[in-house]
RNA sequence: GGUUCCGUAGCUCAGUUGGAUAGAGCAACUGCCUUCUAAGCAGUAGGUCUUUGGUUCGAAUCCAAACGGAAUCACCA
């Protein structure tokens, strides 16, 4: 809240005590709407009763008090329908916009002293990156540029899921039809290459049940009794011993991958501050187990399997370890919760992960509480929506899905040639035109994932694809790009970007609102940070940019003559600029200097 | 079937503690580039906020029910 509200609402609270013995904690000023003359409002509706008079009554009262005893605030008021419309003087104005451009701390919220670690992407070694992982990176980074911004310490983490049955689907059928071929053979990126043998797996598997099913047998014990399967089991089985020959394949694709993630990563921005590995931590979440079964958190069953009972919790039973003692998920996330915490002791720890395992995370943070430990609290899953295609869901094993990759390059080559079509890029270097076309493209492609509240599921219409223009992250580019453009300019011409002006110059209406705009960061800023929300950042820099090409379409900036009305647009030009910079980059998308 | 989430313009989405005539973008139509970058700006048109009840000065927002959609309920991860 910036201090003209506190102010505000401080007077109103004083009025409202001493004219009608009413006394008000929180009472709560809006944004008055655009039909109306005012920059806040105030709604005495609630206030009839105890004051006993009409709400025009109520509203014409407060206003006198306001203008009496906030006269270099309050400049007029009006009463519509039982609403107070407060006018500020144009100095106010003035004073908040020399506030914010002076201020060194303005994209910065105080220091929390806390730690947050967030784990994101979590990748499974089998199979290359699609659209929904795209929305988990660019929502997980985000997220802790929002929370670095809002004060904390903010540890990135990524769990990759390097082990189990679907690890083994890809090496057997790699084995089975691979040939010896490598990225290197195959010119093919190593995520990609064995992403193929999963596909391979799949559809060698599919023909065995149907071959079985074709001699007779039913579909269900087809399914469990395809030799390929049980060589996929028999594999699995074998890792879990650690044969060599195995583990031997297991490292070698799955250095394949990772080096085809890194790639990725790299393309889209992301980095993270620690990479667990699930064939590291699963063996922790054994030991925990066997502790909770020591504490009688945990009981056995008769056939050696391990279970909890979360029924009290209007859960189910759970199995927390296989008959055989091999692990499941749960107990992979249990080691890694001990593990994150044993690394960085941090208050807070986030998941960012598809809401499809909204269940699953229920389940393990209750039973992180049941054994009590110091890491049994301040976990939170940040769930977000499925990213649907017009024709249904995305399916890895059926190849239904929009590659990372290739999606990434073709907003780049989109963001070619549009920028190529508009021809406004002379005297780029080849490296520079490159450089703008990685942002633009990658602008749009985060903007467009992050733009959307993370909870909902979301359409990605590939035909339609995304557009570069309206509400969109080169719009927001573009606007910079503009501002930048009136910097080079001013420089030029050896006008200051910020002075002292006049305070009692008259402003118009679209610089006013453009200032109260950029008065309200801190507080999205907040607001971001406590919901986890990128979406409230996108949201305000579209309207943050729409603003100032409102403005900057109706008033001059370098040709205005009165120096003093000059100097405050170019403020207010470069206020702009920098809060968009920052707002983007809180996006993870760069704002280019000139597109 | 149980649990959870969702339903706002033709399409994609905003609308945080209940407030005025429900907002953007895309698509359609109309204007604006010899003047700071037209990836822009201004305007027209487009709505039974799924439906029905309830709570109250006042409901897209809160409550209940119905209808429609999604996820999940694995010794997969």
Not at 222 to 233: D, G, H, S, T, V
């Amino acid at each position: 809240m910036s201090s003209i509200q506190v102010q505000l609402i401080e007077s109103i609270q004083a009025g409202l005590s001493s004219l009608f013995q009413i006394d008000e904690k929180d009472l709560s000023l809006q944004e008055t709407k655009k039909e109306f003359e005012g920059a806040y409002t105030f709604v005495v509706f609630p206030y009839t009763k105890k004051a006993g008079k009409a709400p025009a009554q109520i509203a014409q009262t407060l206003g006198d008090y306001l203008i009496e005893n906030k006269p270099q605030l309050v400049k007029a008021y009006q009463v519509v329908q039982g609403f107070l419309n407060i006018s500020l003087h144009d100095s106010v104005w003035y004073g908040l916009l020399q506030d914010l451009s002076n201020d060194s701390s303005a994209f910065q919220l105080a220091p929390k002293n806390e730690k947050i670690v967030i784990e994101y992407s979590s990748p499974n070694t089998n199979k290359p990156l699609h659209l929904g992982h795209l929305r988990n990176n660019f929502l997980g980074y985000s997220v802790a540029q929002i929370l670095k911004a809002g004060g904390y310490e903010v540890i990135k983490t990524n769990l990759v899921n390097d082990r189990g049955i679907h690890i083994c689907k890809s090496m057997l059928a790699y084995q089975l039809f691979g040939n010896g071929e490598t990225p290197a053979s195959s010119g093919m990126k190593g995520d990609h290459l064995v992403g193929k043998y999963y596909v391979a797996f799949d559809k060698a598997y599919k023909a065995e049940i149907e071959q079985l099913v074709a001699t007779g047998s039913d579909a269900e014990k087809a399914k469990a009794e395809a030799p390929i399967m049980l060589q996929a089991q028999a594999m699995l089985l074998a890792w879990e011993q650690g044969e060599p020959a195995v583990i031997q394949l297991w490292e070698t694709m799955n250095s394949w991958v990772l080096e085809g993630f890194a790639a990725s990563y790299k393309q889209m921005g992301v980095d993270f501050d620690k990479i667990y590995r699930e064939s590291n931590t699963y063996l922790l979440g054994k030991k925990l187990v066997d502790e909770g079964l020591a504490q009688g958190v945990f009981y056995q069953k008769p056939d050696g399997s391990i279970w909890i009972n979360l029924e009290e919790e209007g859960l189910d039973e759970k199995l927390v370890l296989r008959k055989d003692g091999t692990s499941v998920y749960i107990t992979q996330d249990m080691g890694t919760a001990q593990l994150k915490y044993e690394d960085f002791g941090a208050k807070q720890s986030i998941y960012v992960v598809g809401n499809e395992q909204d269940y699953h995370f229920e389940v393990l943070f209750h039973i992180l509480k049941k054994l009590n430990k110091a890491f049994s609290q301040g976990n939170y899953h940040l769930s977000y929506g499925m990213v649907d295609l017009p024709s249904g869901k995305m399916k890895s094993r059926e190849g239904t899905v929009v590659d990372a990759d290739d999606l990434m390059q073709e907003m780049v080559d989109t963001a070619r040639e549009r920028t190529l079509e508009l021809g406004k890029i002379e005297g780029f270097s080849e490296e520079e035109s490159n450089q703008l076309f990685q942002q633009l493209g990658m602008g749009a492609l985060k903007y467009f994932l992050l733009k959307v509240d993370p909870k909902k599921r979301m359409l990605f219409n590939p035909e339609e694809s995304i557009d570069f223009q309206g509400n969109t992250g080169p719009f927001i580019q573009y606007t910079h790009t503009r501002i930048c453009s009136i910097r080079r300019k001013a420089l030029e011409k050896g006008f200051p970007m910020s002075g002292k002006s006049d305070p009692n110059i008259t402003l118009a209406e679209s610089e006013r609102e453009l200032i109260y705009l950029l008065g309200t960061y801190k507080t999205k800023l907040a607001e971001a940070c406590e919901n986890f929300s990128p979406s409230i950042i996108a949201q305000y820099s579209f309207d943050l940019a729409k603003q100032f090409n409102k403005f900057y379409n109706e008033l001059t900036i370098l040709n205005e003559e009165n120096e003093d009305i000059r100097t405050i647009r170019l403020t207010l030009a470069d206020l702009t600029g920098k809060t968009i910079q920052h707002a983007t980059s809180l996006l993870g998308i760069v704002s280019p200097e000139r597109m």
